[in-house]
């Protein structure tokens, strides 16, 4: 996943580079408008996860090269009221292991989604819990922001022109969450800044009813005999 993750990464990297650090040009001679990268992972029970990457551009800036050699179909996405252009990406992980290896995983350039990243399963039949920690990656870097009103430009115009979704469902009741907020489906969607690394963490617990109600009723049956 972190291979397309920072290709669209680089897009914007470039336009900086190109124009010297001047907002106002990367603005005008911008092809990119407002990038969006996101990244909704789902943790299973069974130990298992998967992830869903999305790519895209809004849809006014769109241009085929961009994601020339991408072999995903292009697809067009609503998100936050505009259209974008783009291509989803999904993974399969067969353990909570490798997808924390593949979300710190480092790009050819050195570079992470997440600078720390884990999901833990603990507790007993009854009840488990399931905890995530995670430091999401500060994406564009500071070595284009340096002291002063260029870093302050440089900070608005990612802002304006990338945005970064990530979400995470957990098994069971969402107890707590830090740097996100919990919707009516369980679903925790997590403020990501392009600029800044990103403290994210949330604890769920899945109660095991059947195993309750039957040892429950298994008791109640011995204390007849």
């Known amino acids: 996943m972190i291979k397309y993750c920072y290709k669209i990464i680089n897009l914007l990297r470039e336009k900086w580079e ?3 650090g001047k907002y106002e040009k990367i603005i005008q001679k911008s092809s990119g408008g407002s990038m969006h990268i996101g990244i909704d992972i789902t943790v299973n029970p069974d130990g298992t996860a998967n992830a869903v990457g999305r790519y895209a551009v809004q849809k006014d800036y769109y241009s085929d090269e961009m994601f020339e050699g991408t072999e995903h179909e292009i697809q ?3 998100i936050d009221g505009d259209e974008y252009l783009g291509y989803e990406y999904t993974s399969d992980y067969a353990t909570y292991g490798e997808l924390a290896e593949d979300m710190t995983n480092p790009s050819e350039q050195g570079d992470t989604i997440f600078n720390e990243f884990s999901v833990v399963k603990s507790g007993n039949p009854f009840v488990r819990t399931y905890t995530f920690n995670g ?3 500060n994406l564009l870097g500071e070595e284009m922001a340096e002291e002063g009103e260029d870093a302050a430009q440089y900070e608005e115009m990612a802002n304006s022109m990338f945005k970064i979704g990530f979400t995470m469902k957990l098994p069971g009741k969402v107890k707590s969450c830090t740097g996100g907020t919990v919707g009516d489906d369980g679903v925790i969607t997590f403020e990501i800044s392009p600029c800044a ?9 899945e109660v095991n009813i059947p195993l309750i109600a039957g040892t429950a009723a298994a008791v109640v049956v011995i204390i007849a005999v």
């Open 18 to 20: 190109k124009y010297g």
């Open 197 to 205: 690394e990103t403290v994210c963490s949330a604890v769920s617990q």
């Open 76 to 78: 067009t996405f609503t």
């Open 135 to 137: 430091v999401f990656a």
